[in-house]
């Protein structure tokens, strides 16, 4: 990837130091029920800081205790965990609580968070979904053995030592940095959010690469020892006709779709267009519109994957649709089709283009044509729940795919595609809810736009800024901040909590100042690679974790059912999601938003 100068002034102009989040004079004085639950408020947030945090880091769950750390896996007590719910989205609760109170502690909270993402981040100004504040040995250390044995979480089997845009983590993480920057222009986080935004536009694919222009990989800076195939153990064990393996190779230098990579990234730029004044990271933004617009495959199937070639690949073109990890077959994909297809509403929005809209029906179109079959949740409860289409489907044919796995670890088991909707696996959904009525009405209702109402929208759009500046909005934990919020005159209303519910979190709360939750996953210990010899059974097929030797997480009440595993209730953690979430309703009920 061509990397291409950029960088914000060392030294910003006035215009660039006149951006604030905040308000300079401060919310009223609290009386009653509020000022008891800002009191609550804050003793929740003291103990998750001063007790919970390491060095200013978190994870996403915790005993009460704190002798049981876990994030997406196990985690050492010296880690902290980037991709939300992480590090940077308890650094936006704090953020959030200063603004609803004028509370320096909680600034200094936020603070110390956005120190701790600082540490984090990677010399090439993104960040790795986890961080080990006892150094890059002890990180190794536990990829070597608590990663490398997670079955289904093959991310984090090797370590890479760069950065990823994977699950938002880079995203939030400068977003944090960026929110603390213009808060106080605190010269300590000038320095690393030049680097998060140079991070973001040096990753992105230049012009050279043709139809991939404007996208972005995986991973960056590439690590050329990423893995471009898995093993395949006991491969007799694999049905005829089954595909295995990853079908293109080293994923990282894909253009990504998966998790709305392109998505965040064309945010995060957005917000410093809208805060820093940045008008230069326009183009890139535009871009990586036109990149997404392109990358739209032809029909009949004109959907999109998870991920595109980024380059000609084994004789198939840059653009093709790409395989990833070896439960990511190639395919088309029904649910990032519907996040592309509610991204181009929005970039028709702040641009007024009508191309955006253009092949959105063909888009429609293909969802109409590829549904689950309609016994499917009869046969396959995984497949319930309001489901309505697979996951993947068939390039050619338009038949969904479907994951299975055999074996019981990752050292005697491996995951195949086929056509068979039953025994799929259980921790990466086989089918999606796709909500074709809505994105339907949404496109009628913008398609049918006339000149003088799209000009007045393009006219509010962030994109048409001229350098000045705006403030950001007040609040970014209690619901995502997205593109229509930074609209010249938008609002971002709180919802309501009734006076029962907040003391009802109060009561919750207590006078041990931390909420536990049932925690949504637990672990088993590392103990060592797991057997190599064949497991034929079917204990482990549609749960979330293997034998005994696999570390990938799983629900306490729906272990596999094969000794030594018992079902028994999830046990209380305090978790840092349900923290997120009560912080943000009590916020809403201190310092409420019309």
């Known amino acids: 990837m061509k990397r291409r100068d950029f960088a914000i002034a060392t030294t910003l102009t006035p215009l660039l130091l006149s951006a604030c989040g905040g308000s300079d004079s401060g919310p009223p004085p609290l009386t009653g029920p509020q000022a008891e639950a800002a009191a609550g408020l804050k003793r929740a947030a003291q103990y998750m800081d001063e007790v919970v945090s390491y060095q200013g880091g978190y994870v996403w769950s915790y005993s009460p205790d704190l002798k049981q750390t876990f994030g997406e896996m196990e985690a050492y007590r010296t880690m902290c965990w980037i991709q939300p719910p992480g590090t940077p989205s308890v650094g936006h609760v704090y953020l959030d609580a200063y603004h609803a109170t004028g509370d320096e502690r909680y ?24 961080h080990d504040f006892a150094g890059e040995d002890s990180l190794k250390r536990w990829y070597d053995t608590i990663g490398k044995n997670g079955w289904r979480l093959e991310e984090f089997q090797h370590y890479y030592g760069n950065a990823t845009f994977d699950d938002a983590g880079t995203a939030v993480a400068s977003q944090l940095l960026l929110r603390m920057f213009v808060e106080k222009r605190d010269a300590r986080f000038s320095g690393p959010l030049q680097r998060a935004i140079d991070f973001v536009v040096q990753s992105q694919f230049g012009p050279e690469y043709g139809i991939a222009d404007g996208g972005w990989p995986q991973r960056f800076p590439h690590f050329p020892g990423a893995i471009s195939s898995m093993p395949l153990p006991n491969p007799q064990q694999v049905p005829p006709g089954a595909r295995v393996g990853m079908a293109d190779g080293d994923y990282t230098l894909h253009v990504t779709f998966n998790d709305d990579v392109m998505g965040e990234n064309i945010k995060f730029l957005t917000l410093c267009v809208t805060a820093l004044g940045e008008t230069r990271l326009i183009g890139n933004i535009q871009r990586a519109m036109e990149c997404m617009r392109l990358m739209q495959q032809p029909g009949p ?70 549904p689950l079959p309609a016994d499917a949740a009869t046969v396959n409860p995984l497949l319930g729940g309001g489901r309505t289409h697979p996951t993947f489907v068939e390039l050619g044919t338009n038949d969904g795919l479907y994951m299975h796995r055999y074996g019981s670890n990752i050292h005697n088991g491996a995951y195949y595609a086929d056509k068979d909707y039953t025994n799929t696996i259980s921790h990466y959904s086989a089918g999606r809810p796709i909500d074709i009525a809505g994105l339907e009405s ?94 034929t059974g079917t204990a482990y097929r549609s749960r979330h974790v293997g034998d005994v030797y696999d570390t990938s997480p799983y629900p306490a009440d729906t272990p596999p059912e094969i000794e030594p595993y018992v079902k028994r209730e999830k046990p209380q953690f305090i978790v840092t999601s349900e923290w997120i979430r009560r912080m943000g309703r009590l916020i809403a009920y201190v310092a409420p938003q019309a």
Not at 320 to 345: D, K
């Open 301 to 370: 199937q004109a959907g999109w994957s998870l991920q595109h070639l980024s380059r000609p690949t084994g004789g198939r073109p840059a653009g093709a649709p790409a395989g990833a990890r070896s439960y990511e077959p190639r395919s088309l994909a029904t649910h990032t089709t519907q996040t592309n297809i509610r991204q181009l509403f929005n970039y028709f929005q702040l641009t007024g283009d009508k191309k955006y809209l253009a092949r959105i029906p063909e888009a429609i179109a293909w969802l109409k044509s590829c």
């Open 442 to 535: 949404t496109y009628q209702s913008l398609s049918r736009m006339g000149d003088t109402a799209i000009a007045d929208m393009v006219a509010r759009s962030p994109l048409k800024s001229t350098g000045a500046t705006r403030a950001l909005p007040r609040y970014f934990s209690i619901r995502e901040v997205d593109f229509p919020d930074l609209f010249t005159g938008a609002a971002m209303p709180t919802p309501v909590v009734p006076d029962s519910e907040a003391q009802t979190l109060l009561a919750e709360l207590g006078t041990k100042n931390y909420w536990t939750s049932a925690v949504p996953e637990i672990v088993n210990t590392y103990r060592g690679d797991g057997p190599t010899t064949p497991y």
């Open 107 to 130: 600034y200094q909270a936020a603070e110390r968070t956005a120190l701790a993402i600082v540490a984090a981040q990677h010399r090439s100004g993104g960040w790795n979904y986890i």
